[in-house]
């Protein structure tokens, strides 16, 4: 659904992103903004700024900034129609939609009410099972054998279902209303009328409810008390609830995860309340189910760093794997993901509980990285030591290193490859390319023919079969023209490969969507019909910017990447991702330089200004000094 920009234009006219950051972070005025602690990193005095005057919030600490859209997309994980959607409700705009016809409007209204009505039912459950927690004893004794206080089951929500077959027959009035069972909080058994049977779904577990990022009730799960079978049970799946797709405890975890960098990747709900309980309220669980791609991109919005929990056993190695291969599209340069491995008589909780937060905290930090894990999974079973086996592993490792992103990260794991298997880069990829993966791709990856962005490589190349050129050896440099402005390179980057994006911090996107126009307009256009539509290629970008005030800055940008590209060697994606990272860095530093003489402006009527202009120095020179090593003629090949 394209929303049109006159429509962002009067939402954001009309919210106070003050009221709306506000709802989430407590903030206090300072001169002409309020400040308050950062929610997107852990910080003792406060230096996130929200700008009334520009309806504006910016951190000088971590450099989080955008407007009240970008903030719920950041701090809820929302996406962008979801965002503008909140926001328009609260100031009771309607979101413009495109032309359909009277029937296809009546059929979306009705379903919007089927599934309002269906969160208002869980909501419903949830309460009285909250409620029957207080009354019972069993229950409140098995959290308590766990270790999880009064505050900790608040804060999740924790409820007990009674023993009883028709316990939410006392709290629906209507208990055959086909909405329970369409919930999935009812069972019904029996094809006729006269023997048709009903009764709850949760009896005697301790009950978990599953929430959206929002907030919302969308399903449940359940434990027993004891080791009855089955020990967890889920909601099915229904109009709201989709197991492969939702995090158990990622809508409580949030702040947490900001403050403490990451999100812990666990295997039950039980797993998530006790961390919390014992100093890790950053972890959440998947919901009797591998690890998705879906579960994956939910968390990086979240996160750029992620951790995932299993036991050591052969059951935990297998889950292990499937998260792997649900990540590997995802690992971008700028990310992280790592396995933790405990010993197979430890889940987390028994771990801390037997060694403490300290050797818990310590096992994370050591957990395994992704590149190193992909080497593992690769030669496993396989006698590196034979030509036979190290054959084996190339063969495995192709379809695992297809799945990566292009970026530094991929070609890295290249050469690690190569090394483990006594085998040039050149050679290894030749291999690859003469014997295509059409078989054993994993989930989410990709089954090119060759790999994605290496080279066409010749039946017999120049000098001889092994001379191939590396992606990024390019033997002539390209052909640039004098530059006519850094937003103009980014934005002729951005559209000339719309995936980019995605591999952009979010300071990064912050910093282009806030670019005086028309170039912030131009970004913040991008950043809508990516998370919209994801990447989409030139031709339909074009298409699309058909009418929009910003469509000649484009047209001027992609003529600029038709002229570089004239006469030119044909361009590796790392290189363009290269190129946009340095002017990022370089438009980074411009910016932080006018927040240092902001900062020093401020400094005479707010003395926390003087440490926010220590940090943003210090932040600078790192930045630069980066760039100099970068640059500097003894760090070229």
């Not at 957990?367 to 690769?378: I, K």
């Not at 060759?450 to 440099?477: E, K, L, Q």
Request: with cysteine.
């Amino acid at each position: 659904m394209a929303i049109p920009q006159s429509f962002i234009d009067e939402l954001l006219a009309r919210v106070d992103i003050v009221d709306v950051v506000g709802r989430y972070v407590p903030l206090r005025k300072a001169g002409a903004s309020f400040v308050g602690l950062c929610p997107f990193h852990s910080e003792k005095s406060p230096s996130f700024n929200v700008v009334p005057t520009k309806q504006f919030y910016h951190c000088f600490g971590c450099g989080a900034s955008g407007d009240a859209i970008r903030f719920l997309m950041e701090h809820l994980g929302l996406g962008f129609i979801d965002a503008v959607e909140d926001l328009a409700t609260q100031v009771g705009l309607t979101v413009p939609k495109e032309e359909r016809s009277l029937a296809d409007q009546a059929r979306d209204a009705a379903e919007r009410t089927r599934r309002q009505t269906l969160g208002l039912v869980l909501e419903q459950a949830a309460q009285a099972w909250r409620r029957a927690l207080k009354d019972a004893p069993r229950a409140i004794e098995y959290l308590k054998g766990r270790g999880v206080s009064g505050a900790v089951a608040r804060q999740y929500g924790l409820g007990y279902a009674p023993p009883g077959w028709h316990f939410l027959a006392g709290v629906f009035p209507n208990y055959d209303d086909p909405l329970l069972e369409e919930s999935g909080l009812v069972i019904t058994q029996g094809e006729d009328e006269g023997e048709r049977r009903r009764y709850d779904r949760f009896r005697d577990r301790i009950m978990f409810p599953i929430r959206n990022i929002k907030g919302d009730c969308i399903g449940f799960g359940g434990r027993v008390l004891g080791d009855e079978k089955p020990k967890y049970l889920n909601s099915p799946e229904t109009a709201l609830f989709h197991k492969g797709r939702e995090l158990y405890g990622l809508y409580e975890a949030r702040q947490a995860i900001h403050q403490a960098g990451y999100a812990l990747v666990t295997e039950g709900y039980m797993d998530v309340v006790a961390l919390a309980q014992l100093g890790f309220p950053n972890a959440v669980a998947t919901l009797g189910t591998a690890c998705t791609p879906e579960h994956v991109q939910k968390l990086f919005r979240q996160t750029d760093s992620v951790v995932f929990s299993f036991d050591g056993d052969a059951a935990g190695r297998r889950a292990a794997q499937k998260a792997l291969i649900a990540a590997l599209p995802h690992a971008t340069d700028l990310r992280s993901v790592r396995f933790l491995f405990l010993p197979p008589e430890h889940d987390p909780d028994s771990y801390i509980r037997a060694l403490g937060q300290a050797a818990f905290a310590e096992r994370v930090a050591e957990a395994v990285p992704l590149s190193r894990f992909l080497l593992e999974v690769a030669a496993q079973e396989c006698d590196l030591d034979s030509a036979e086996g190290r054959a084996r592993m190339v063969r495995a490792a192709q379809a695992l290193w297809q799945a990566l992103p292009e970026g530094a990260l991929r070609l890295q794991i290249l050469e690690d490859l190569a090394r483990a298997a006594q085998m040039s880069t050149a050679n290894l990829l030749a291999v690859w390319q003469a014997n295509p993966a059409t078989s054993g791709t994993p989930a989410g990856g990709r089954s090119d023919t060759a790999p994605h962005g290496a080279p066409t490589y010749p039946a017999a190349g120049r000098g001889h079969p092994g001379a191939v050129r590396f992606p990024g050896t390019s033997r002539r440099p390209l052909r640039r023209p004098a530059p006519i402005g850094k937003a103009d390179h980014a934005a002729r980057l951005v559209l000339d490969d719309m995936a980019q994006w995605e591999h952009l911090t979010h300071e990064d996107q912050a910093l282009l969507c806030a670019l005086p126009e028309p170039h912030g307009e131009l970004f913040r256009w991008i950043d809508r019909t990516f998370h919209d539509q994801g990447p989409l290629p030139w031709g339909t970008l074009r298409e699309a910017l058909r009418g929009e005030p910003f469509e000649d800055l484009a047209l001027r940008a992609m003529s600029l990447a038709r002229e570089l590209a004239r006469g030119s060697d044909e361009r590796r994606p790392h290189e363009a991702q290269q190129e946009l990272r340095g002017l990022l860095n370089r438009m980074l530093l411009e910016h932080l330089s006018a927040l240092e003489n902001e900062a020093v402006a401020q400094a005479a009527e707010d003395p926390s200004a003087l440490d926010r202009l220590r940090a943003l120095h210090e932040r600078r020179r790192q930045l630069q000094a980066g760039l100099d090593a970068v640059e500097s003629p003894a760090s070229s090949p």
